[in-house]
């Protein structure tokens, strides 16, 4: 039996999604529940303490690399300070990392200033809180 031909997936977007998203500069992403699943496991020590452990995806690594290889200049903001989040930023040559980061937004700005991007050439993955603090800061900026 002859294997079947598949048509190409096509993805319709909404108008002008593809017009604004050749106009980001900058993809910036938090880590929790964006580069991991969520989960934070926390391994015990005998002297009390606890290591944390995450879990990273290859693939969200090429994708990474790829976005780079395009011209995007990458960057983390996020709340916990963790070793495996800077080991892997180096691997996946994210330019900006910002780890212990209780509000997000002066990173962000800081990112902006550096960068020269607007806010509109910013993309930014993660929390609902934090994109409407962006939103908000956009919104007065224009």
């Given amino acids: 039996m002859a294997p079947t031909k598949r048509k190409p997936m ?60 395009a011209g995007l200049r990458t960057g983390l903001i996020t709340g916990r300070e963790s070793s495996a989040v800077a080991q892997r930023a180096r691997e996946c040559e994210i330019e900006f990392v910002y780890q212990g980061r209780a509000t997000k937004l002066g990173s962000y700005e800081e990112i902006l200033r550096t960068t020269g991007a607007s806010d509109r050439e910013v993309a930014y993955v993660g929390s609902r809180h934090i994109r409407g603090e962006m939103a908000r800061c956009a919104k007065s900026s224009n």
């Fill in 10 to 69: 096509t993805l319709r977007m909404p108008r002008g999604v593809t017009a604004r998203a050749k106009k980001i500069r900058v993809l910036l992403m938090d880590v929790d529940g964006v580069l991991t699943d969520g989960r934070i496991w926390l391994l015990s020590r005998r002297d009390g303490t606890a290591s944390e452990i995450k879990g990273f995806s290859a693939y969200d690594g090429a994708g990474l690399k790829l976005a780079r290889a």
